[in-house]
């Protein structure tokens, strides 16, 4: 991979709440924005703008699934400022709103608690 395209990465992967612009990375990695792009493309197979969304929705993911946050407060956080916006790009990316992921991934933890809870080892008990 190309080291300026790995800089680029590294940038967008540690500013996941910031709405980074082509210009900028491309700015901060010294290239300019049309070879930057073409870096994306090559190296990962996706526009820049695909695959930061790709970044920040994949964050989400990993934050519904980790905590009780509200989805309001998800998307905020990842630089959203219309949770509508934040949940369309959601469900376009995972098939299920937000909001049905965190439930349904509650569900799951509640299933897994609840069979271990029936078990007869005691050390095992959640």
Known sequence: MDRRLAQAI???STNLGRRLR???????????P?????????????????????LRLQHAQRMLAASQKPVKEVAANLGY????VFCRDFRLCFGQTPS???????KS??????QLNRLDWPEYRC
């Open 100 to 106: 049905e992921y965190a439930r349904l991934r509650n």
């Open 34 to 54: 049309r070879r930057l792009e073409t870096l994306f493309k090559e190296g990962t197979g996706q526009t820049y703008v695909a695959y930061y969304r790709a």
């Open 10 to 12: 590294k940038l967008l």
């Open 109 to 114: 933890v509640d299933f897994v608690i609840h």
């Open 81 to 84: 400022k219309h949770v509508e």
């Open 22 to 32: 082509l210009r900028e990375v491309a700015r901060a990695v010294g290239l300019g």
